[in-house]
């Protein structure tokens, strides 16, 4: 069975997000550990399968009844970094409140939950930004497992070092949308508006109903038209003649 989708992206909001085959598994698998992705010069992270640029702090989440651990324990790095950042009475209130949330996690493994994570994390991002620090909670999966993390980036490092960066596992930048393939579930950064093709009676689906997201995002640019005229030409060019079913190489081509 094959799943298709088109793409559409603003270039004017996308931020690259690396999007990968979604498992959940035990903690204490181990990653596999056969490439690095990122910078050289930080701290590793996911088991040694990224590296931030080292003008950013890392504190590594536990999956499992991790709050514990977050709300009683600081990695020195971070705590430096927030201590000369006058952030230190921030970081704990942010902390505490997470530990205090029950929401934040579920009820029987403490599993996270990750919109809640940021419903909290949004409460204390102005206090870190007015001293020159971006939190981001991230989350990394692979066929191996996944890994969270929060990244505190000092913005004003960064731009006396004239480098810039963006955490690339960000779970906000995620937009909401998911397409479910048979074998894994695609998710899609902000900036980014998908289609699925559907393969049963696939023609029809795509001429009559539009995804809010493509739809909100052609209106904002003015391109119904020319929507309407690239789902046409899809609809006559990718469609197989004999079974009707999308032939991938026409609709790449349209």
Known sequence: ITTITMTITDTNQVVETKLEDEYYVGEGEDDDGTATEGFDDGAEVAKGSYVVPKEVAVEELANYKGHKDLRDECPAPVRNM??????????????????????????????????????????FRDDFTAKGVKVALCKRKSGKGTHRWLEFI?????????????????????????????????????????????????????????????????????????????????????????????????????
């Open 82 to 123: 927030l201590d000369e950042k006058d952030l230190i009475q921030t970081y704990e209130k942010f902390v505490k409140t997470i530990a205090d949330t029950k929401e934040t996690r579920g009820s029987i493994l403490g599993k996270w939950k990750d919109q809640q994570f940021i419903s909290v994390l949004d409460q």
């Open 154 to 254: 000092d913005v004003d490092k960064l731009e006396e070092n004239g480098r810039s960066y963006v955490p690339q596992y960000d779970v906000s930048n995620l937009s909401g949308q998911v397409i479910k393939t048979v074998y894994t579930k695609l998710q899609f950064p902000n900036g980014v508006a998908a289609e699925e093709l559907k393969q049963w009676k696939g023609r029809e689906k795509l001429k009559e109903k539009i995804p809010i997201y493509v739809e909100k995002m052609m209106q904002e640019h003015d391109l119904m038209n020319e929507y309407d005229q690239m789902v046409n030409h899809v609809i006559e060019a990718g469609v197989g003649s004999r079974f009707k079913e999308w032939n991938i190489k026409k609709t790449q081509g349209a």
